[in-house]
């Protein structure tokens, strides 16, 4: 199983970016995808955003209002629509999937490879 994330890079204060995750491999079935973030300096990773295979959706209060997390289960993808980020919002992003790899089989949790998100004028 593999979770690659895209669409990382320089953005303004107050413009917009959408991240993306997609899932491939062995999978059975998907719970619960979401984004995680680790901040400069930090060694911590801040829950940012996730959402359940029926499309509950929880936040961390710094971003509620200005990211949007949505999910294609078709396409196993999660996506993060970043609006109006503010400096304090930079970090490397990771995407994160609780999956079952076949029937019968536990879930796991599984990370992607982080993408840089810098909000910077």
């Known amino acids: 199983v593999q979770l690659q994330a895209s669409g990382g890079g320089l953005v303004q204060p107050g413009g917009s970016l959408r991240l993306s995750c997609a899932a491939s491999?062995?999978?059975?079935?998907?719970?619960?995808m979401g984004w995680y973030r680790q901040a400069p300096g930090k060694q911590q990773r801040e829950s940012v955003a996730v959402i359940t295979s029926g499309g509950t959706t929880n936040y961390v209060d710094s971003v509620k209002g200005r990211f949007t997390i949505s999910r294609d289960n078709a396409k196993k993808t999660v996506y993060l629509q970043m609006n109006s980020p503010e400096p304090e919002d930079t970090a490397v992003y990771f995407c994160y999937a609780n999956l079952r790899s076949r029937l019968g089989r536990p879930s796991n949790d599984y990370w992607g490879q982080g993408t840089l998100v810098t909000v910077s004028s």
């Open positions: 491999g062995s999978i059975f079935s998907i719970n619960v």
